[in-house]
């Protein structure tokens, strides 16, 4: 952060400002978000030119015409809500459909008096920002304004005027669909529920407005919580059950739309979830594992079990890597509180804090030019900028540098991020703002992160 540039808040702080911050002069710029901005990211789905909607609808096969037209039919029909599952397994044309099922609606919305150029009659949305990338859709938490995952308190209401803001974004809403269902916890399609409850101002379930949800649930679990068809887990759980998931009605997709070496590879991962590989998928894996004759790529990610292990082999990357090494560690700052000592142990308490713990906001980021990074934060879900995105670390400043310095200028910046801790954040009426860069090494990722950020075979 550049001499002088102060940032204020309301109320009085304590701050802890490492002196290595990365600063402008270095080459990384500061930019502070806006808290209302990812209201201005909910945006209609942007229709496809004439002749590249005839050419999807020619691709799609039988199962999912009937279902295109069933799904049309009841809409158009205003035969009550519709709780629809599409489940299926790699490869079977998921997204094909759901892009279909969004082309479709937005053409017949175009018909219908009395709906602006900004109304949203169907939404795509995602747990995470991958999934939402990957369909052109957004966040769940953008859309609706849901707690971080991390979050265990009861969700509070939203206040007048985000409700607002969000009923003038939701109020043409017909049709919901959620893709990588899988990833979705019981309590976030509640909070899902509760939301569109209070937003669009109605006691229906998630307020009137039809669900589609899609996804393989022999793919990964939610994080930190429970199967949306799952029971649960509160002490009426057993007697009410879930009363909501029953009332979905299911459509499998099971024809494989890939083509070659890719039908087989998804074919062969469909085997593999339900643990009945054959021995010609078998050789297929093998075919594949680097053996110590082999030399591994320098731009390879590995994969490790744990985290501790990715951590470890990242340090052990930086550390062999050659050129200038920038340290960026957080700004921290206390926000409330009346006792300093209360407030000093707060923040130290803070630089030992996982990540997982601070909401995808580290303590320190050892940057080396050339090396993989990974997004730790969702920055702009719409132009890729996701958390578990990773490429390449350069230095930008301006255009004549990145002329200078011969970098694509296709290339994004990464700018630092001021965000609350808001699940650890919190002691004794004090909360802690933490400014860092939202990047981590990833030179090694774990098992589970590489699954949950390059799931394409779906």
Known sequence: MAQGDEETFDNALVDHTPIEFIAEDQYFAIELGDSTSK??????PKLIPTDDYLQLMKTLNEDQRRYLLNLLHNLKGRSGQNFHLIHGQAGVGKSRLITAIVQCILRMSDKEPGLSGEAIPVLVAAATGQAAFN???????????????????????????????????????????????????????????????????????????????????????PVFGQFVFEDSKDILGPIIGNPVWD?????????????????????????????????????MFKSREIRKNLIVPDDATWLFYSNADCDKFNREVINRAKGPLYNSYAIDRVQGGKILASQQAMLESAEYLSLQQTGGMPYHVALRVGLRYMITTNIDVSDGLFNGATGQLARSHNMELLKQLEIPLHWTSIFSETKALNRFGHYQGMQIVRRQIPLVAANAISIHKSQSVNSKYS
């Open 39 to 44: 209201f201005i990211s909910i945006r209609p």
């Open 247 to 283: 009332r979905f009605r299911l459509f499998e997709l099971k024809e494989i739309m890939r083509q070659k070496d890719d039908a087989k590879f998804a074919t062969a991962l469909n085997r593999r979830s339900i643990g009945m590989l054959v021995e010609e998928d078998i050789k």
């Open 135 to 221: 369909v052109s859709g957004m966040t769940l938490h953008s859309a609706f304004r849901l707690p971080p995952n991390q979050y265990g308190g009861k969700m509070p209401p939203l206040d007048h005027g985000s409700c607002n803001t969000l009923r003038c974004k939701h109020e043409a809403l017909k049709l919901l669909i959620i893709d990588e269902i899988s990833l979705v916890s019981l309590k976030m399609f509640t909070q899902i529920d509760q939301s569109l409850r209070q937003i669009l101002g109605t006691d229906e379930m998630f307020g009137g407005v039809s669900l589609l949800v899609v996804g393989d649930f022999y793919q990964l679990s």
